[in-house]
């Protein structure tokens, strides 16, 4: 909790009348000098309510990316399992375009689901609101930007395939993968959304891995990794 100490200024006149130019000078001084103390403890109060709020600020947040990073972890767990379904699908599909002949290969059941994953951010959120961050010297509070912008790539990545989702389940009401049969034409349209959907699935999974890598540094006391591939 941040304390808030409140400094009065008071400025009484001379309790005489001033006789010459010594005491004018003298009264000027002493006047002067009582400002200069007031300001400087005015400031320093100023400069303890800083540090406390930008120390509040710090906790509320680390604990707010240790909670998100839980959950990135299951989110790639999610990811994978949607890599796996996608491509066993697009291997069903494959088959099917390269034996038109084989009754069985045209045999495909599709599914359509995808979980999605949210993140804290109440705590940034609050943090720009009250200035806080300004009160942060630039790389620490780039630091944060870095991580919750890292976050926020990963939520614009999921929605897309989310997206890529409700796409495939409209072209699976087109094809009627549900009938058992499909033609070669009507797969080579699923194979198209299947593809699509890999590749922001990729996208997504090197948007979370980045920002769990981000996380862990940054819970680590380490410095930030600069760049990941999907080899990493």
Known sequence: MIRYIIVMIDVHPPHKSIGNTSEFFLHLFTITIGLLIAVGIEGCVERYQH???????????????????????????????????NTDELVSVQKIQSTPNDAKGHELNLSVSYNMVGFDDTAWRTAQATGAL????????????????????????????????????????????????????????????????EGHLLGLKLAARLLQAEQEAFLEGKDAPHSLSTTD
């Open 51 to 85: 540090h406390e709020l930008a120390n509040e600020a710090r906790q509320t947040m680390k604990a707010e990316i240790r909670s998100n990073a839980n959950r990135v972890e299951a989110a790639l767990a999610d990811i994978q399992q949607e890599q796996k379904r």
């Open 134 to 197: 300004g009160f942060m010297p630039y790389a620490e509070a780039e630091r944060y930007s870095d991580i919750y912008g890292a976050e926020e790539t990963v939520l614009k990545e999921q929605d897309q395939v989310a997206e890529d989702e409700t796409q495939m389940l409209g072209v699976a009401r087109e094809v009627h993968p549900g009938s058992g049969t499909l033609t070669q034409e009507n797969a080579g349209l699923v194979a198209k959304q299947l593809g699509i959907i």
